[in-house]
């Protein structure tokens, strides 16, 4: 068993589109995150969520929607995507926030 | 959270130990130094952490300083799959609810 999945793994969408990536989670872990890593390979958060509630969204355009409809799932919703978001996200999830993260594949956003 | 400093590149004959540095000068008396890599194409992976004694598991020992200003990841046996990049992570536990992650040491294992 996956113990951070993410989905899809690959996206190819088009300027403008809006699109959504899964991330799920079966460890019972509290906290979640979305990481985003770009062509440099930079890895930078995102956004921290700790029992479904918003912690760090870490000034990220308000394109970029997460949602966590229950401890367990973290989705990242995206409007209006931009050449500029094409990168890898990654979802992680940590039992506590002082524990250590678990991360997911990375879905490969490619906004052509 | 403290910075980190790594040498942005490193080799290591297989079945050779990898002893990765990684400089955290400014490092406060409660934080942790977290070693995480990140093999290609794929999500980061937690290694180990530690505090200020020596830490060793199944995939590596952590060797910090008395100063605790440095720290140094073993990989006793290298093999051809820990090519990577390794990240050194200075972070308090009541910290903010996020790992900063810096530009890491690519490992080269080579045979």
């Known amino acids: 068993d996956t113990a951070v999945s993410q989905t899809p793994k690959y996206l190819v969408t088009q300027m403008g589109n809006d699109k959504s990536i899964k991330c799920e989670q079966n460890l019972g872990h509290d906290t979640m995150y979305w990481y985003k890593q770009d062509s440099k390979k930079f890895l930078k958060i995102m956004f921290s969520?700790?029992?479904?509630?918003?912690?760090i969204n870490e000034t990220v355009p308000n394109r970029f929607s997460p949602k966590s409809p229950d401890k367990a799932h973290l989705n990242l919703h995206i409007n209006s995507l931009e050449l500029g978001d094409s990168a890898v996200y990654f979802c992680?999830?940590?039992?506590?926030?002082?524990?250590?993260?678990?991360f997911g594949q990375g879905t490969r956003l490619t906004v052509v | 959270d403290a910075k980190t400093t790594q040498p942005p590149s490193m080799d290591c004959a297989e079945g050779r130990a990898a002893n990765l540095p990684c400089n955290h000068s400014?490092?406060?008396?409660?934080?942790?130094v977290y070693w995480y890599r990140q093999i290609h194409s794929q999500g980061p992976q937690y290694i180990i952490h530690?505090?200020?004694n020596n830490e060793t598991n199944e995939m590596a020992s952590l060797i910090i300083t008395e100063d605790r200003k440095s720290s140094t990841l073993i990989l006793p046996h290298a093999t051809l799959r820990d090519t990577a990049v390794y990240y050194c992570i200075v972070r308090a536990p009541s910290g903010t609810y996020k790992y900063i992650f810096g530009t890491g040491t690519r490992l080269k294992v080579l045979a």
């Open positions: 969520y700790n029992n479904k509630e918003l912690i």
């Open positions: 992680a999830s940590s039992l506590k926030r002082n524990t250590e993260a678990f």
């Open positions: 530690g505090l200020k």
């Open positions: 400014t490092i406060s008396g409660n934080e942790y």
